[in-house]
């Protein structure tokens, strides 16, 4: 895709570069026939030649049209060599890393192609908001991003922009990491005082999960409960049903169908995995969460518009891979690429390795748990085998998914530092590591079920009426 610098980012596999490389083939055969220009096939070619070289460099021979590799052998066979073995594995369904730490997001960002979150975009921020950063910018928990200055470049000429994010509600169980985007997004409408559009894809759960249609759309009104208590503007945030909303949506929906008439089957093929055994629901879904990336998909808020500027906050797992394609595609429909914020994922409480599952309810701290349940589940530690050890060699807070938590729901960072410093001198021990989180999660939780309470259905339909929000700019 063009929005990939180099042909060895987003590839996990020889048959996602072999895809990959059908799909940018058939682009740039496209992109000929449609008589595009020089530099846009040139651009197109050079990411061609790009993608060979790579899978000549991991396959060990040439590309053949017709001829795709062979399938790996199973993750848990024993022919992998370590450096297989420790690669980290990320896509919109799967996590996998064989470290303990987590995620290696600097390699990420190298292969996904993004730009990381430094310094001195932080500082811009702080300047153009007059706002302390948030705590998931200063800590890096939002690391990367794709155009975040020309968001900034909008906001200092006072021209606008608005937020995009999502929800797939799967189940009724929203767990405390489902809320991270959704916090962040909340500072985000705050600080810049703009419309904010949320897309529940319950249609994309009951293609992928066996689920009825009404189960799917039932668990999109509950998840939106949760999403209101974060404490969304109702003036500016409009929640959306797909199963809802694209039926009475003209421009939503004829924006779907530009994005499907640019995407190759090739192409979904090779950003998603998909095979010819999936159903062509899966198939064609990748454009419905691309269109909310469009302001003319919300004719009632922005009018006709179609120059506007979307930001979106997500986890690099789950979105980028659709946003990747939806920047590729905004061009060649004449409308503005949009702009993204990823955040690092959140770790089950067994560990970094591990994924949190809404079916497992000692994976992570749901929204639903008594302050017992919070009080009784056990996180993985970093702490040392015996007192004595630990109290003489510390404990490891780059593992201790206690702290990791820490790190995310704790407001005070010289707090937070001398609980790092405690804790890794070996003068905090694990059990008061857990009492300090305990202490955070237990009110942050009661506060968010206190407000979720105060949620009536008649709000949520308020949230979820296509209707005008209120904005400055003209």
Same mark, same amino acid.
């Given at each position: 895709?063009?929005? @990939?610098? !180099?042909?060895? &980012?987003?590839?996990?596999?020889?048959?996602?570069?072999?895809?990959? $490389?059908?799909a &940018?083939?058939?682009?740039?055969?496209?992109?000929?026939?449609g008589?595009?220009?020089?530099?846009?096939?040139d651009?197109?070619?050079?990411?061609l030649l790009?993608?060979?070289?790579?899978?000549k460099?991991?396959?060990?021979?040439?590309?053949k049209?017709?001829?795709?590799?062979a399938?790996?052998?199973?993750?848990?066979?024993?022919?992998? !060599?370590?450096?297989e073995?420790?690669?980290?594995?990320?896509? +919109?369904?799967?996590?996998?890393?064989?470290?303990?730490?987590?995620?290696?997001?600097?390699?990420l960002?190298?292969?996904?192609?993004?730009?990381?979150?430094?310094?001195?975009?932080?500082?811009? #921020?702080?300047r153009?908001? *007059? &706002?302390?950063?948030?705590?998931?910018?200063? =800590?890096?928990?939002?690391?990367?991003?794709?155009?975040?200055?020309q968001?900034l470049?909008?906001?200092?000429?006072?021209?606008?922009?608005?937020?995009y994010?999502?929800?797939?509600?799967?189940?009724?169980? @929203?767990?405390? *990491?489902?809320?991270?985007?959704f916090?962040?997004?909340?500072?985000?409408?705050? /600080?810049f005082?703009?419309?904010?559009?949320?897309q529940?894809?319950?249609?994309?759960?009951?293609?992928?999960?066996? %689920?009825t249609?009404?189960?799917?759309?039932?668990?999109?009104?509950?998840?939106?409960?949760? #999403?209101?208590?974060?404490?969304?503007?109702?003036k500016?945030?409009?929640i959306f049903?797909?199963?809802?909303y694209?039926?009475?949506?003209? *421009?939503?929906?004829?924006?779907?169908?530009? $994005?499907?008439?640019? /995407?190759?089957?090739?192409?979904v093929?090779g950003?998603?995995?998909?095979?010819?055994?999936?159903?062509?629901?899966?198939?064609?879904f990748?454009?419905?969460q691309?269109?909310p990336?469009?302001? !003319?998909?919300?004719?009632? #808020?922005?009018?006709?518009?179609?120059?506007?500027?979307?930001?979106?906050?997500?986890?690099?797992?789950?979105?980028?891979?659709?946003?990747?394609?939806?920047?590729? /595609?905004a +061009?060649?429909?004449?409308?503005?690429?949009?702009? %993204?914020?990823?955040?690092?994922?959140?770790p089950a409480?067994?560990?970094?390795?591990?994924?949190?599952s809404?079916?497992?309810?000692?994976?992570?701290?749901?929204?639903?748990?008594?302050?017992k349940q919070?009080?009784?589940?056990h996180?993985?530690?970093g702490? =040392?085998?015996? #007192?004595?050890?630990?109290?003489?060699?510390?404990?490891?807070?780059?593992?201790d998914v206690s702290?990791?938590?820490?790190?995310?729901?704790?407001?005070?960072?010289?707090?937070?530092e001398?609980?790092?410093?405690?804790y890794?001198?070996?003068?905090?021990?694990?059990?008061e %590591?857990?009492?300090?989180l $305990?202490?955070?999660?237990?009110? %942050? $939780?009661?506060?968010? &079920?206190?407000?979720?309470?105060?949620?009536?259905?008649?709000?949520?339909?308020?949230?979820?009426?296509? =209707?005008?929000?209120?904005?400055?700019?003209?």
């Open positions: 895709m063009a929005d @990939m610098p !180099n042909g060895e &980012q987003g590839f996990a596999s020889p048959l996602e570069l072999f895809n990959s $490389i059908a &940018q083939g058939e682009l740039v055969r496209s992109l000929k026939a008589k595009a220009s020089k530099d846009e096939i651009s197109a070619v050079k990411l790009s993608l060979k070289m790579s899978y460099a991991t396959v060990g021979e040439e590309y049209a017709d001829c795709p590799p399938r790996p052998a199973p993750e848990n066979s024993r022919g992998l !060599n370590a450096a073995a420790e690669e980290d594995f990320v896509d +919109p369904w799967t996590v996998q890393t064989s470290s303990a730490k987590g995620i290696d997001y600097d390699k960002i190298v292969r996904f192609g993004s730009s990381k979150i430094d310094k001195e975009l932080v500082n811009r #921020i702080e153009a908001t *007059g &706002q302390k950063p948030h705590r998931f910018l200063r =800590r890096g928990i939002f690391f990367s991003h794709r155009d975040m200055n968001i470049d909008a906001y200092e000429n006072k021209k606008p922009f608005y937020l994010t999502g929800r797939g509600p799967s189940s009724e169980a @929203m767990h405390v *990491g489902h809320l991270i985007p916090i962040f997004t909340k500072w985000l409408q705050d /600080v005082n703009v419309p904010l559009v949320i529940m894809t319950d249609d994309e759960k009951y293609l992928w999960k066996d %689920l249609l009404d189960q799917a759309y039932g668990y999109a009104v509950e998840n939106a409960k949760d #999403i209101i208590a974060c404490g969304f503007d109702i500016k945030t409009f049903s797909d199963l809802d694209m039926g009475m949506s003209p *421009g939503f929906y004829k924006n779907v169908v530009k $994005i499907q008439k640019h /995407v190759t089957f090739n192409q093929k950003i998603f995995g998909f095979t010819d055994s999936d159903s062509i629901g899966k198939i064609s990748p454009a419905i691309a269109a990336s469009f302001s !003319n998909s919300f004719p009632q #808020i922005f009018r006709d518009r179609t120059d506007i500027q979307c930001l979106i906050p997500c986890a690099i797992d789950q979105q980028d891979p659709y946003f990747r394609m939806t920047r590729d /595609v +061009p060649r429909i004449g409308y503005p690429k949009p702009a %993204l914020l990823h955040s690092t994922f959140f409480l067994q560990g970094a390795q591990t994924k949190m809404a079916s497992d309810p000692n994976s992570s701290i749901f929204l639903t748990d008594t302050a919070i009080k009784t589940k996180a993985f530690s702490g =040392r085998d015996t #007192i004595e050890e630990h109290r003489q060699f510390g404990g490891n807070c780059d593992v702290f990791m938590y820490l790190t995310f729901f704790l407001e005070d960072d010289d707090k937070l001398q609980i790092r410093k405690d890794t001198s070996g003068d905090m021990l694990t059990g %590591l857990k009492k300090t $305990i202490e955070v999660l237990q009110p %942050l $939780i009661a506060e968010h &079920q206190a407000r979720r309470k105060e949620v009536t259905d008649e709000i949520v339909k308020e949230f979820m009426t296509p =209707r005008k929000l209120s904005y400055d700019f003209q």
